[in-house]
């Protein structure tokens, strides 16, 4: 069944009816897109579930006046161009774009006929239930376009690279070309937004945010979904540290507190137990030992009990015998010596080299650290 244009609601309904009982419709409705189409339908008196049952496809098109092959000359496009176009430089300088001069074959307007640039948006399980949900006109397109959908801006920009119209005709046409899609770097094929891997060659699509991780375009300085530098964080080493020590505080149970006892302190040096420099003052060393020790007082988790106790007085005798081989320069000297460390000289030590720890040592009685 043929319906010349949708108009109002009754030739809408008419056509909707007629879908819905089983005979392919073909109609026109004026629209800027595909997406459009259901928001032009709602917006006449249909409703969404009834569309979403309906529809089986939509094809937007635009016509564009063709590049007179016998007359076309090579040039650059201006930057504005091409950020209108969402190109980049560097893809720019690989490309050739023409422009039209005139001639005889073309009666000197140097176009000779009209291409179509078509966008086909096949409407899925996905973008039924969008639209029976009343979705937005950016969360249609963005489902059409994961699904495949090439837009008018996309298909116009390949007949542009391949040199069939120019730059100018395409940005006549469709305003602006919105690139929704990446490019595979490895056939050159363009991909979906949510792609992570080329559906024609199987390369992987890279190039992500660093922040919210959605697929970026090459030449990106900044992400469009996050407005942040598309260029990895930097962390300052006094924020990693901090990182890291917050990594290591104990755990809120007895299970969690045990696993971290078990394996943590095991496969540590005494450089690695003292977060301090290798050539630290004995004053450092020693704020670096309280400040080590004080996480394992039973204060620091919910259930204290015997277990706890057993693991927390062997990390204390850990800790202390760190304190007291960073301090002494024969215990030092030897632990340099089974590291491959170069020895250096002692640190001046402004306290006793065993100082009084917040914490009973490994031999005391597990009642005493309660």
Aim: with cysteine.
């Amino acid at each position: 069944m043929l319906v010349g244009e949708i108009r109002d609601q009754e030739t809408a309904r008419i056509a909707m009816q007629a879908a819905q009982t089983g005979h392919l419709v073909l109609s026109t409705l004026h629209t800027d897109d595909a997406p459009s189409c259901i928001t032009r339908l709602t917006d006449i008196g249909i409703e969404p579930y009834v569309s979403a049952s309906a529809l089986i496809g939509v094809v937007a098109q635009r016509l564009m006046r063709r590049l007179c092959t016998q007359c076309r000359r090579p040039y650059t496009p201006d930057p504005e161009t091409l950020r209108a176009m969402s190109v980049t430089e560097e893809e720019a300088a690989t490309l050739t774009f023409y422009h039209a001069v005139g001639c005889e074959h073309c009666h000197h307007t140097g176009y000779r006929g009209r291409p179509g640039i078509y966008e086909v948006m096949p409407v899925n399980d996905r973008l039924r239930r969008l639209i029976a949900q009343r979705g937005s006109e950016a969360q249609l397109r963005e489902a059409a376009l994961s699904g495949g959908m090439l837009s008018l801006g996309e298909d116009g920009l390949q007949k542009v690279k391949a040199g069939v119209t120019t730059p100018d005709e395409l940005l006549r046409a469709v305003t602006e070309v919105r690139a929704a899609r990446a490019t595979c770097a490895g056939c050159g094929a363009s991909v979906s937004a949510d792609f992570l891997a080329c559906p024609s060659c199987g390369h992987c699509v890279g190039g992500g945010c660093p922040h919210c991780e959605r697929p970026l375009q090459a030449g990106w300085k900044f992400c469009p979904y996050c407005s942040r530098s598309t260029e990895a964080p930097r962390h300052s080493s006094r924020r990693l540290r901090e990182k890291r020590e917050g990594r290591e505080l104990p755990a809120g149970n007895v299970t969690g507190f045990k696993k971290l006892g078990d394996n943590s302190p095991v496969a540590r040096t005494h450089y690695e137990l003292l977060d301090v420099a290798h050539a630290a003052p004995a004053e450092e060393i020693k704020h670096a030992f309280r400040r080590e020790i004080a996480k394992y007082h039973p204060d620091k988790v919910q259930h204290p009990g015997q277990e706890f106790q057993d693991i927390a007085s062997a990390r204390a005798a850990e800790l202390t015998q760190a304190y007291k081989t960073r301090t002494n320069a024969a215990l030092r000297a030897e632990c340099d010596a089974s590291l491959g460390h170069v020895p250096l000289p002692a640190p001046e030590a402004s306290e006793p080299a065993s100082p009084e720890p917040t914490h009973p040592p490994a031999d005391a009685a597990p009642g005493a650290a309660a």
